[in-house]
């Protein structure tokens, strides 16, 4: 099994920026990658970004030049950098790991899921 555990969120003002942070520990040399959703009060849960083992990564359209997934050097710590954050980024951020992997985006294909970290940004 694997854990996941998110931090990082908070309320910020439109055009700032947050570090989000996912800690896994448990069998993580399991996971094939590990991807950012997130899901806004009345809507479905929707890919950020994701990151492979070997360091391939993947984003949302609406996040390209903005958000930046990157790990530590260990692995074990995924980061979501935001930048340029817009009132519509409002949400749960949640981390997501998986076995394997045929198609990033996809929530079903992820097996690990962290409890979420709130991201608010005030216009």
């Known amino acids: 099994q694997v854990q996941l555990v998110e931090s990082g969120g908070g309320l910020v003002q439109a055009g700032g920026s947050l570090r989000l942070s996912c800690v896994a520990s448990?069998?993580?040399?399991?996971?094939?990658?590990r991807a950012w959703f997130r899901q806004a009060p009345g809507k479905e849960r929707e890919f950020v970004a994701a990151r492979n083992w070997l360091g391939r990564t993947n984003y949302a359209d609406f996040v390209k030049g903005r958000f930046t997934i990157s790990s530590d050097n260990g692995k074990n710590t995924l980061f979501l950098q935001m930048n340029s954050l817009k009132p519509e980024d409002t949400a749960v951020y949640y981390c997501a790991g998986a076995r394997q992997l045929t198609d990033v985006v996809s929530s079903g294909q992820y097996d690990y899921w962290g409890q979420g970290t709130q991201v608010t940004v005030s216009s």
């Open positions: 448990g069998r993580t040399s399991s996971m094939y990658g």
